[in-house]
């Protein structure tokens, strides 16, 4: 984008500076309590949210080039891996600076993407954060992923000259009526961003209903979709687990929902015996919530944090998966995937092209809008189908669980459906190193 082209959209989004103004005026008063939810009374994460940086011991020189990436959480880090990956590789002295809004996005980026200049918790988008964050980084390239639509991260990196793209674009319907009531405000910080690659038409649309710049959206995919899911080997512990028996995975479980699958499973192991479970909290601080639902209902069970050795008994059968990074690499040894966050609203569902990506036959509950695109192409392509309740999801278990066969069959065409929607990556990583050649040298 020119200096003259970005000039004009600044302008035509800027015509409500008084909702900028109450905007980032509201931050003062709320500071105190900002910084005490989001991070505690660790000192190291209130300096985080205020902009502290420490990238002084990054490699590469004064013309290596500088990114910012901002992901929500762990599935939007997943979701950005294979783009940093793929920079890092295009520019291997480059110096990339991932932030997340939680502990746990964080420290998956640490885990998950080698070769990162600093892994840290977000700043507030507060300005001075914004502005101290960015003098430190002094990024070329800003990268924000799906929905983090936060304006003063758009304001102040156009102000220091980075280009900015947004990433896996998505924008729900219920997101969009969100918007929309600030939608002066938004539309405005739409306006500095240099590209916006959107996962699909639909998400395209509503950028564009939003305020964005036509000629700005491209539809990119989801780089979710990718097959290479980059997952290790299992431990032995779990592999030992995984190996004993089939597996039935319920995936990124919301409150609710392990009850439902417990319900299930119990029904299913009286015509199969040998059935075993995987419980996987969609938020690890559930854990203690899912384990009382376990004991309660007086089945035995073992933690994977606790697992040592050669694992759990033979008798037990259920694991309750309270570990970051091992469920992609289960979700090669099951029979049957179950994703949660998926029965009730208004979460949306959780990441259905994992299980699929291993041709596990993927089940989930109506309400997942927020993976609309690969549960409609699971349904109608064969590998995947939307459960209602407790009876239904034991009933499509057994269905697939006595006929190995239409089990398999069901895998593989659900993989095909990743296949089929791969390719989001190479189609943004072309974008952004277009982007990234057009900046200014040296940050």
Request: include cysteine; charge should be positive.
């Amino acid at each position: 984008m020119t200096h003259a082209t970005r000039t004009a959209a600044v302008r035509a989004g800027a015509h409500f500076p008084i909702l900028a103004f109450v905007y980032n005026a509201l931050w003062y008063p709320a500071l105190p309590f900002v910084l005490a939810a989001a991070g505690g009374r660790n000192r190291r994460a209130w300096r985080e949210r205020l902009g502290v940086a420490n990238v002084a011991g990054a490699r590469g020189g004064a013309d290596a080039p500088r990114v910012w990436v901002h992901a929500a959480s762990v599935g939007e880090i997943e979701a950005m891996r294979p783009i940093v990956l793929g920079l890092l590789r295009e520019a291997p002295s480059g110096v990339v600076v991932v932030t997340s809004m939680t502990a746990a996005g964080r420290d998956a980026a640490r885990r998950r993407i080698p070769g990162l200049a600093a892994c840290q918790l977000a700043p507030l988008d507060l300005r001075p954060a914004v502005r101290a964050f960015l003098a430190r980084v002094r990024p070329r390239l800003v990268l924000i992923a799906e929905t983090e639509l936060w304006p003063n991260f758009f304001v102040e990196s156009a102000r220091v000259g980075a280009r900015l793209a947004i990433v896996n674009g998505r924008l729900s319907e219920r997101s969009l009526r969100r918007y929309r009531l600030i939608r002066p405000l938004i539309a405005g910080a739409l306006a500095h961003a240099d590209l916006i690659l959107a996962q699909t038409e639909d998400d395209a649309d509503r950028f564009r209903r939003l305020g964005a710049a036509h000629e700005r959206i491209t539809v990119t995919g989801n780089t979710k979709f990718e097959l290479d899911s980059g997952a290790g080997p299992l431990r032995p512990a779990l592999a030992n687990f995984a190996a004993a028996r089939p597996l039935l995975i319920a995936g990124s479980t919301a409150p609710g929902e392990e009850r439902m699958v417990l319900n299930a499973w119990r029904n299913l192991t009286e015509r199969f015996p040998a059935l075993a479970l995987v419980i996987a909290p969609r938020h690890l601080e559930r854990t203690d919530e899912v384990e009382e639902e376990l004991q309660i209902a007086g089945i035995s069970y073992a933690r994977a944090s606790m697992l040592v050795g050669d694992g759990p008994p033979d008798s037990v059968n259920v694991l309750l998966l309270d570990t970051m990074g091992e469920l992609r690499a289960l979700y090669s040894r099951a029979v049957i995937a179950f994703v949660g966050g998926s029965m009730a609203p208004p979460r949306g569902g959780q990441n259905l092209a994992e299980p699929a990506a291993a041709a596990v036959p993927v089940l989930f509950g109506p309400h997942y809008a927020n993976q609309r695109q690969v549960g409609d192409a699971l349904i109608e392509g064969g590998g995947g189908r939307v459960i209602n309740d407790a009876a239904q999801l034991e009933s499509t278990c057994g269905e697939w669980l006595v006929d190995d066969a239409l089990r398999r069959a069901a895998g593989e065409r659900a993989r095909r459906v990743v296949e089929q929607l791969a390719g989001g990556v190479v189609a943004t990583l072309r974008q952004l190193t277009t982007l990234l050649a057009s900046s200014p040298a040296g940050g």
